[in-house]
C-alpha cells in the first residue's frame, strides 16, 4: 500500500526540525562523547522548544575520520554512542512525544575501514571487488589534478599505480553507483531504518553519487572556470543522479504514511527543484538565507527566489541559519559586513573582535523572520541558547580534517560543534554526569551562561523567543502563501493567511511600530510587551488591527 496521499504524509511541509549533532549534544554514560541515550533524556527539552522532528547527523559506526561522516556501517550504531536497542528506545520515546525522525544517509563515499572497501584494497587491481568504488590506473601520478574538500588531491594511491578516487578525506572513498550492489545495499540500508520507524532521511552530497569518468576529463581550472556543462559533469550535479532517487521515492512511497528526504544539494539555483521534485526526493535545502548577509534587500529576494524554486518543484522551501559545518549565525552576524570567516576563525576570533550583542540581536530578528515563512525550519542544536562559535579552540583539539589537510591553515567546522551547556555549572556544564570525562572538545568557562538551565528561568531569553516563536508560528501557520507588503527602505514586511504580518527592521534605527497586536518581538520581551515602536535589527509579528 503507498501512503502518498494519506492523512499526515505532508507533515514536513511546514516542520520546524531540530538537528541534532550526536555526540555534542547530551553524554548519558559520561564518557564524553554524547550519546542516544542522552538525546532519549533530553526529549523534554525539545518538546518544550516545540519542534516538530530531530534530524540526527551520523549515528553509524565510525572512525571519525570526518565527524561521522566516514561510515563504517550504514545499519548499525557506533558503540560510543550506543546500540540498535538504544537507537529504538529512542525512536519510540520521540514518537511517543509526537516528535518525527529524520536521519542522515551518506551515500557518496563509505569509510576507508568499510568491510566492502578493505575487501577492494584485498583483491587488488582488476578484481570485481574493486569494482565497486572508483580505482583507475595512473603510472605517471594521480588520473586528475582535482582537488578534494577539506584539501589535497582527490586520488589516493593504493600502490601499483593504482589509485582511488575520494572527493572528500581519504578516510571517504566514493561509491562507483554504476554498480547494482551498491544501488542495492543502499536500499536495503533505507528500508533497514524505515522498517525501524524513522520518518524521513537526510541526503548528504545528494548532488555527487552517479560518476561518468570514461570521456576526456575537466581539469581542476576548468571545473573551477563552470566550463563543463550542466549535467554531464563527470562528478558533479549530473542528470542521472535522479534514476537512484527516483527509485527511491518509490521506495520511500512504499510507506504509510510516505518517508521524506531532504537534498544537501549544494547546485546552481535554478537546478535546485530537480532535487526536490515530487518524484525524487521531494525537498531540498536552500543555504542563501545561511549565505546572506545581514540586509533587507538579500533577504526579501532570497525568500522571492526561493518560494519560486520551490513552487516549481511542488515543494516547500527550507531555511537554515546554522548547521554542523558553518560558523554559528550569532558570530557571523557580530563580524563586520565582508569578514573572511576561515582568516577570522585563525585569529581566534579577535581580528577583528565580534560584536557579541549585536550579533545577537540580529540573530533573533533573522530568526523570527525564519520562523514566519511558509517552508520548513532547521534549527541547529544550540541555536535556541543563542551560542556563539567557540573561535578560539587550540590546533591541538581539532577534529576536523580541514585543519590537517590545510596543514594547519585553516580552522574548519569544530567551533560550531563543540558540546551543549544543560546547566549554568559541573564540570561539563550539564553535557554529562558530574565528574564524568571532559568533553571531547573543550567547552569555554562562558558555557554556564549560556545554559539551558540558567536561559529557562529567564523570560527575556533566547531560548524564551525560541519557543515562544515556535509555539506562536504552530498557532497561526495555516497555509502556504506569503504576500509582501510595501515598507520603508530598510525593512521587510510580509502578509501571512489569517491576518498576520511579519515585519524587519533590518536598519539600526526604531522606525513605527505597525499597527495591530504585537504577537511576537525578537527582543526584549517575546510577547512585546511595552513596544512603542520598532527597534533597529528587530522582528516583530502583529496581527492585523479589523
Ligand atoms: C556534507 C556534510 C559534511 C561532511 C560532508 C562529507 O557536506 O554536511 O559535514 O563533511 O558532507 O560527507
Known sequence: MTGTTGPGADWWRQAVVYQVYPRSFADANGDGTGDLAGITRRIPHLVDLGVDA??????????????????????????????????????????????????????????????????????????????????????????????????????????????????????????????????????????????????????????????????????????EARTVPEGTHPFDDRDDVHEVYRSWRKLFDEYDPPRMAVAEAVVPTHRRPRYASADGLGQAFNFDLLEADFDAGRFRTVVEQNLDLARAAGSTSTWVLS??????????????????????????????????????????????????????????????????????????????????????????????????????????????????????????????RFAVEAQAADAASTLAFYRAAIARRRELVTGEELEFLDSPDGVVAFARPGGWVCTTNFTTSAVPLPEGEVLLSSSGDPAGGGLTELPGETTVWVRRAG
Open 54 to 223: 530531530v534530524w540526527l547527523s551520523p549515528f553509524y559506526p565510525s572512525a571519525l575520520a570526518d565527524g561521522g561522516y566516514d561510515v563504517d556501517d550504514h545499519r548499525d550504531v557506533d558503540p560510543t554512542i550506543g546500540t540498535l536497542a538504544d537507537f529504538d528506545a529512542m525512536v519510540t520515546a520521540l514518537h511517543a512525544a509526537g516528535l518525527k525522525l529524520i536521519v542522515d544517509i551518506v551515500p557518496n563515499h563509505s569509510s576507508n575501514r568499510h568491510p566492502w572497501f578493505q575487501a577492494a584494497l584485498a583483491a587488488g587491481p582488476g578484481s570485481p571487488e574493486r569494482e565497486r568504488y572508483v580505482f583507475r590506473h595512473g603510472a605517471d601520478g594521480p588520473p586528475t589534478d582535482w582537488r578534494a574538500s577539506f584539501g589535497g588531491p582527490t586520488w589516493e594511491p593504493v600502490g601499483d599505480d593504482w589509485w582511488y578516487l575520494h572527493m572528500f578525506a581519504p578516510e571517504q572513498p566514493d561509491w562507483n553507483w554504476d554498480h547494482p550492489d551498491v544501488r542495492e545495499d543502499h536500499e536495503r540500508t533505507l528500508r533497514f531504518w524505515a522498517d525501524r520507524g524513522v520518518d524521513g532521511f537526510r541526503i548528504d552530497v545528494a548532488h555527487y553519487l552517479t560518476k561518468d569518468l570514461t570521456g576526456p576529463l575537466p581539469t581542476q581550472a576548468e571545473i
Open 323 to 448: 548547521n554542523h559545518d558553518v560558523v554559528r549565525h550569532p558570530s557571523r552576524y557580530g563580524l563586520p559586513t565582508g569578514t573572511s570567516l576561515p582568516a577570522w576563525l585563525m585569529s581566534d576570533g579577535t581580528d577583528p573582535a565580534a560584536d557579541e550583542e549585536r550579533g545577537l540581536r540580529r540573530a533573533r530578528a533573522a530568526t523570527a523572520f525564519l520562523l514566519a515563512l511558509p517552508g520548513c525550519a532547521y534549527l541547529y542544536q544550540g541555536e535556541e541558547l543563542g551560542l556563539p562559535e567557540v573561535a578560539d579552540l587550540p590546533g591541538v583539539v581539532l577534529q576536523d580534517p580541514t585543519w590537517t589537510r590545510s596543514l594547519g591553515t585553516a580552522k574548519g567546522r569544530d567551533g560550531c560543534r563543540v558540546p551543549l551547556p544543560w546547566s549554568s555549572s559541573g564540570s561539563s556544564f550539564g553535557f554529562g554526569p558530574d565528574g564524568g570525562r571532559p568533553a571531547h572538545l573543550p567547552q569555554p568557562p562562558w558555557s554556564g
